[in-house]
């Protein structure tokens, strides 16, 4: 069973809020660090299909809405999961005693803003050595459409250090991307969305991405997607599937967008829903 190891209380002036700033959890010999790069109110506003009467049932009056990063220390290496906008990302490593020359490789849920705006600055790298993962069909799709420019921008520094892989089907055999580190397809948010599986033995964690955004209402109605899906259908498939596939194998679930310690399990709820518990 995975186990709580540290929390670490470093108080971070995010949007006008304090909050605390690293969260850490073992996995079986991995260091998993959970470190919150910005903390804002959330907004109903994106919440496709949800109505009125289903917003007051679910959320609270003032809640908030969380963008996080993962480092993930074992195996000789420093892995980044996803680069935040780039900014408290490097205070809080630089407080577990990590450089940006340190990182040996950073993993990309996906090729959003808030997911890679720490990559690089002015054109340059910022950081030094790492290799840089992303699926192959998320980089493809950005390449194509230019719809986000920042997106080829910022992996144009990395040159030859850019690796691609093809994340495999859920519950399917998996290659290792890094020594305990897999891929897994969860497409909809983005069109190569990806979900990493963390394993050391029988411990494991999904680190998900973006797969929620409001976890108040999407977790007891995984059925409703926001305005940031490239395909909200397929990415309430994809939320479904991974929030059965984490309770039915008892497996912890991190993401980037669930609120502090943004690590927990998941169990099913009524009406096709699921709870929520926050590691302690």
Not at 77 to 96: H, I
Request: aromatic content about 10%; overall charge neutral.
């Amino acid at each position: 069973m995975n186990k709580l190891l540290v929390l670490f209380m470093g108080m971070a002036a995010v949007n006008g809020f304090g909050a605390e700033s690293v969260f850490s959890y073992k996995v079986g010999n991995f260091e998993v660090y959970m470190l919150v790069e910005n903390t804002s109110p959330g907004r109903d506003q994106i919440l496709i299909g949800a109505d009125e009467a289903l917003k007051r049932r679910y959320l609270p009056r003032d809640f908030l809405s969380e963008v996080n990063t993962f480092l993930l220390r074992g195996a000789g290496r420093n892995v980044l999961v996803d680069t935040g906008f780039g900014g408290a990302v490097f205070e809080s490593m630089k407080k577990l005693g990590v450089n940006p020359a340190d990182v040996d490789a950073v993993l990309l849920t996906h090729m959003h803003g808030d997911h890679i705006g720490g990559l690089a600055r002015d054109g340059k790298a910022l950081f030094p050595k790492a290799l840089v993962y992303v699926a192959e069909q998320e980089r493809e799709y950005w390449t194509r459409t230019q719809v986000n420019r920042g997106a080829v921008a910022a992996l144009a520094p990395y040159g030859n250090r850019v690796r691609t892989f093809r994340p495999g089907a859920l519950g399917a055999a998996l290659e290792e991307l890094l020594p305990g580190i897999t891929a897994i397809a969860a497409f909809g948010h983005t069109p190569g969305h990806t979900v990493f599986l963390v394993q050391n033995g029988d411990a494991k964690l999904l680190i998900w991405g973006d797969l929620m955004h409001v976890q108040d209402l999407q977790f007891p109605r995984p059925d409703i997607s926001v305005s940031y899906d490239t395909d909200p259908a397929m990415a309430a498939e994809s939320r479904k599937k991974i929030l059965e596939y984490a309770a039915r194998n008892k497996i912890p679930v991190a993401g980037m967008h669930l609120l502090f310690p943004a690590i927990g399990t998941v169990s099913p709820g009524g009406e096709g829903g699921y709870r929520w518990s926050p590691a302690e």
